[in-house]
Each structure stands twice: as C-alpha cells, then as structure tokens.
C-alpha cells in the first residue's frame, strides 16, 4: 500500500510542479535541455524513494533540491570543478559532498524557488518550449512534455504514435534549442508578440487534436483537451494584459463547454441539431463568456481566436440550432477569413451560410474550395458538400461525396456517422 501511494504523490506532485521544476532548474543552470534531463531523474529517484521512504513535507523542494545536486553532478563531469561548479557548490553549500538524492525531508534545503520569478520561470518554459526555430510536431510534444508534465508515453497515447517517436521529438527539440542558443528566458517586450503566436497555436493545436481527434475509436480525447484548457489558463495568468490569450482560453472554454453532449453512452457522436443542450457545460460557458469580455475590452478589436470564440458564444447563448443568430456567425467567419485567411474558416462560413441563406449558395463557396483543390486529403469538404447536394435534391452526387469522405476520414466515429449518412440516401433510393 505504501509503495502504491508513493508512487501515487510522485505523479499528482510532478503534475502539479513540473513546469515550475523544470523552469527554475533552467533558470538555476542556464541550460534548457540539461534542467528537463535533471527534473526527469529527480522525478525517477523519487519513484524508487518515496515508496520506500515516505513522502517527504517538502515534495516539490525535494525534487528541485535532487535536481540541483545532479546539476553539480553534471557541471562536475563537463568541467572538473570549473568556476561556474564551484559558484553552484558554495551557493548550495556542499561542497566536495556526493550528490546523491537527499532525505526525504531534506532538512535544511534552500527555499524552492524565488517567488517573484515562479511566474517568470513558468512563462520563458512555454516561450521555450514553442520556439519558432522548432517544428510543430517538436513544439507540442516538448510543451506537453516539459510544461503539463506528461511522459512520452501519455504523449504518444494521446497522440496515437509510437513513444519511440515522441522520444526522438523531444530529443531533436532539444538538440535544436541548443544549436540555436536559444536563451531561457521570456522574450523581451518588442519581440513578445511575434513569439506569442507560436505559444497560443501550439495550445490551439494540442486542444483541437483533443476535441476532434483525426484518428483512433474516440471522438474526443478529454485528457488532451483538458491539457490545453489548463494550459490556456496558466497562460492568462501569466500574461493578463494579452488579449489573444484570453481569446483562446474563451474559445477552448466555450468549445469545451459542448463536450458532455457531443457523444452518447457508446461513444457515438451526436450531431450539433440533435445535442441536449441542457447537458452542456454551463459554468465552462460563463467561464468562456468571462475570458472572451476580457478580451474585448483591451478594445484592439478581436484576434483569431477571440473572433472563433464569439462564433462559439453565439452557438452556447442559443435556445436551438434555428434560433441561433446564424447571420452574426457569417459575419464573423467573414471577418476571420480577412484577419487569418485558410479553406477550413470558408468551409466552415459555408456551412454558417447554408443556415442563414439556404444550401444554393453555401454551395457555391464549397464548389469554388473544392475546384482549388483546397482541402485534398481532408474528409470534411466532401462531407459538407455532400451535405448540401442531399439537401438540394441531388442524392446521387450526395453518395458521390459521403463514398470520398468515408475513403479520406481516419477517425472511426466520425466514419460511422457519414456511413449512416451514406445509408440513409442509399435506402431513400429504393
């Protein structure tokens, strides 16, 4: 029982502190991919510890105080006792000692951390962590990683790919940080902008795979979602005068908000015009409403995110699907289609004008994407437009498309419902 609950507190502590961890050892070291490497066998010494030992009082002060010894450790074997050891080993007070982990209760350790630079330390690790020089794929698996505290192979669960290449991800993450000498610490004001980017689309992109997952059984990976929602919420503490930010947590929240009426018993989905709203989330809906005011009172007018957000706000205050205020939403995906242009915001304002307007000129704007060839390998075009033949008359053009959408969608409860789709039309035929 008590190996159990050790290893029970390591994981609820490294959920909790990791990124405060990791960011204060990058701080202490000066070296990112040397601070993740010490908080990751300081978490393993606590696995073989804490079961053994006990819990320490001071849980995440132990952990920080075995990765600070392993630092010494390892400035020991780079340098043989350079100036910069020999600064950390007098700060520390230990001297010529071993660095082995120390008692649970680390009687005596320094305080964890600097209050006045929690914050900091935690927002240079997002920056970090999203770093343009890194490619998407590396930016989400190293910020899932070093900032929400998950192992390779939660990562890789999440993700459906194997943990072998969720490893060589973080591996080159880091190899690339370091080549580019990329320094840890939150960017200065002038370049703070540009780089935020980066930070809010990985957490977009991390939530989105969440709530419509592109492949595997499920159509929602709560975890994961859950994981960028948290995530969004460290980052609008962290930076309160940022209206994009807020614009993301309102639009995860409100999007999030829907989750509880999106499947049935089995896992199946259930289509927006069919959801008991009553089931929706309606304290995520006020928390949405909160954050996306937030957002529009530093008064620059709504980001992407924020303008995605007021089209989810429209959908959460309906009563129904026919007394939403479709003619706002058209307005909005116009707007986002000027501020952050893309063929997935002129499906979806497709879709919005179909509502407001009728399917003949919804599916003009989805003919026009599909002669771009646009959208190539995505099933949700054919799936709309499919959508819009049927409701037009022309089933057999209809089957044509929902046959496409079934050959190109990877996800197997999203396959079912255009399967049933399909065989709706196919039997309506006869």
Same mark, same amino acid.
């Given at each position: ?29 000066? @070296? ?59 700060? =520390? ?23 006045? &630079?929690?914050? @900091? ?5 997002? /920056? ?23 192992? %390779? ?44 980017? $980066? ?7 991390? /939530? ?10 499920? =159509? ?38 829907? /989750? ?59 009563? $129904? ?18 501020? $952050? ?15 407001? &307007? ?19 390998? $995505? ?47 196919? %039997?309506?035929?006869?």
């Amino acid at each position: 029982m008590a190996h159990s609950s050790g290893r029970e507190a390591v994981a609820a502590v490294w959920r909790i502190e990791s990124a405060r961890i990791v960011g204060a050892l990058a701080r202490y070291t000066g @070296d990112f991919a040397l601070a993740e490497d010490l908080a990751q066998e300081a978490l393993a010494e606590a696995l073989v510890t804490w079961p053994r030992a006990g819990v320490p009082r001071n849980p995440a002060g132990w952990l920080l105080t075995v990765g600070r010894r392993r630092a010494i450790d390892a400035f020991r074997r780079r340098a043989l006792r350079d100036d910069r050891y020999a600064a950390l080993a007098r700060e =520390l007070g230990e001297g010529g000692a071993a660095a082995g982990g120390p008692a649970p209760e680390a009687p005596g350790a320094e305080p964890l951390w600097d209050p006045d &630079q929690i914050d @900091d330390d935690v927002l240079a690790l997002m /920056f970090v962590s999203c770093h343009p020089v890194l490619s998407r794929e590396a930016r989400v698996a190293l910020t899932l990683r070093v900032v929400g505290g998950l192992s %390779s192979d939660e990562i890789a669960k999440a993700f459906l790919i194997p943990t072998a290449t969720v490893q060589a991800r973080i591996t080159r993450a880091k190899k690339t940080l370091a080549a580019a000498r990329v320094r840890f610490a939150v960017p200065p004001a002038d370049e703070r902008g540009a780089r935020l980017g $980066s930070v809010l689309n990985v957490l977009y992109v991390i /939530f989105t795979e969440g709530s419509s997952a592109t492949s595997g059984a499920d =159509l929602i990976r709560l975890d994961l979602a859950a994981e960028a929602q948290r995530l969004a919420r460290v980052l609008a503490r962290l930076m309160p005068a940022e209206p994009e930010v807020h614009g993301l947590l309102a639009l995860l929240e409100l999007t999030a908000a829907r /989750f509880p009426a999106r499947t049935d018993a089995r896992g199946r989905p259930i289509l927006l015009e069919r959801q008991n709203r009553g089931r929706w989330d309606h304290a995520a809906i006020r928390r949405g409403r909160a954050a996306l005011e937030q957002a529009s009172r530093a008064g620059r007018g709504l980001g992407a995110y924020g303008l995605q957000a007021a089209i989810a706000e429209c959908h959460a205050v309906a009563a $129904s699907v026919d007394s939403t205020d479709w003619d706002r939403i058209v307005l909005l995906y116009e707007a986002l289609g000027r501020l $952050s242009p893309s063929p997935i915001v002129d499906l979806n304002r497709a879709v919005a004008v179909c509502m407001a &307007q009728g399917p003949a000129a919804a599916l003009e704007i989805v003919d026009e994407l599909d002669d771009s060839a646009a959208l190539p390998n $995505s099933h949700l075009l054919p799936s709309v437009r499919g959508e819009l033949l049927a409701k037009l008359g022309r089933a057999p053009e209809a089957r044509t498309e929902f046959e496409r959408a079934i050959r190109l969608c990877g996800n197997d409860s999203e396959r079912g419902v255009l399967e049933g789709k399909l065989a709706e039309l196919r %039997s309506a035929r006869t």
